[in-house]
């Protein structure tokens, strides 16, 4: 069930990256990782993805995690 979630979360950060049209080297800074870690992210979905990283991506994109999960949810249950 984590998995899920996981899955969900980094995919709504990669979609908000791509609608905002940030740079990988930008959401690493987000995310205090550094570039290449994203496409380990990519790899396993998110899975370690940690909540002090999730809580500084929100806190400099000015959003709530509960905005973010929002929009994750928005994402896995559009009608296809």
């Not at 609608?19 to 979905?45: E, F, H, M, W």
Request: charged share 20%.
């Amino acid at each position: 069930m984590i998995y899920n979630y996981s899955l969900m979360i980094w995919s709504a950060i990669r979609s908000r990256q791509r609608i905002n049209g940030d740079s990988d080297l930008r959401l690493a800074n987000q995310l205090l990782v550094k570039p290449r870690t994203l496409r380990q992210y990519d790899k396993c979905n998110g899975v370690n993805i940690n909540l002090g990283q999730l809580n500084h991506y929100c806190y400099v994109n000015k959003i709530n995690l509960s905005d973010l999960l929002q929009s994750a949810e928005i994402l896995f249950n559009k009608p296809a």
